[in-house]
DNA sequence: CGCGGCTTTGATGTTCATCAAGTAAAGTGG
DNA sequence: CCACTTTACTTGATGAACATCAAAGCCGCG
């Protein structure tokens, strides 16, 4: 079950360099007051679609996923969020319901901050709204850029993004254990459990990869940055 | 050609009431002052990928696309900018360079807006820089969610996706004159020119729409709704 | 131990891009 | 203004890419 944990003061925090070290140390003071640190084991669910927006969700160290249900009941993934993200995208300042469900997909601690505190400390903090905007942004293009780089490409291109996402991006090695299920590689990339499962198999017997089970190590990751840059 | 127009006063426009509502006259009259009002007409780029950004970019009016060229020299166009948006999407923040090119697709006024008064008055007016977030989220949300919806749909539902875009949304009429070719919507859902004629046949046969040459008439709005949604 | 979910492979059919070829429309230069 | 070129549009035929269906092994869990 996900529970509160004990207060890290924000001030002795290593992701204070993130956005806040804009902010004075009343400030951050502030912030330590209104924020609740959780713990969620995988498979844990933050927040639902629909659930009322009342905190800012930062996660400190695990992996979540963000994801819509489409009306046919099909989950769609819109994107992994990793450390040092602020989850919940930009629709925190424009919507007042959460837009996607967020679940762990490793263990993970997550801050939630009031909203109404950051948005204190937006409009009295000018350095701080500036630094702010630039991270949020950043992850808003990331965002859309891998969408249309993975919806422009077929299906060995989008296997081989997946594979050097996690090996560049999560865990910046070339062997590691997949925190994804195949099912859910398929709802993040647009394509079929199947063909998930047979173009990693298709892979492995090139000798790009080598898999046993969730483990998977990249062989060759200059040859899988072709494949994915061919498409 | 694209020509500087006769400056329109900001503390006139009737598009203050969009985020620079809550700006002083003083504060206005500053952008009002580091401001240029720019005519493109249809087919002229207003700034490339790669270019500098030196600028905060608002359409007064018409019609622009945001598009980038990937590495197998195909353009892909990642969204349409309409009148009260502000183009070039989040990456003014978190970029020194345009990642998108943006060209005008029907003829458009645009206000160019010095960046660093921008960031100037975030910094000094809270209430200016939280609604502005609120502004800008909105806009880079519903580029994701309509990426996500496109790509998460067969051609039928996508066709219904941008027939639906220009009535509803852009136009607010049944019969409009489409201000882009039939390549562009390729390009702008991903799928291939041949084919978004093919189905913007289909649908004329079914009685769906009607056809002639640019000019689109839906019949039907409601089944048309139904293809969207049944993908 | 048995049930349900995840994984895997093969076979089949659908969806879609691509190729080809032709018509219409829209610029371009003399 | 007319021949010329280019670009947009349209339809059909073909094959590739991909989803779906089916069946079986595997694993964790109550």
Redesign the interface.
Known sequence: MSKVLNHTNCSKCVHRTWAFDKLTEEELQLIDDHKQEKYYSKGETLCHEGDEIKNFLYLRSGLVKLL?T???Q?E?I?SLGKPFDFIG???????DQH?YTITAIENSVVCFVDLGVI?KL???N??F??DF??????I??D???T??SI??KQLRGRIAYILMFFADYIYKRNEFELPVSRKEIAQLI?MSTENVIRILSEFRKDGLIAIEGKNIRVNDPERLNRVY?L?
């Open positions: 819509t489409e009306k046919n099909k769609h819109i995208l930009l629709s925190i300042f424009s919507n837009i948005k937006i409009r009295q000018g350095d709204a500036l905007m630039e991270k949020i942004s950043k808003s293009d965002v859309i850029n969408r249309v919806n422009t647009d840059e498409g």
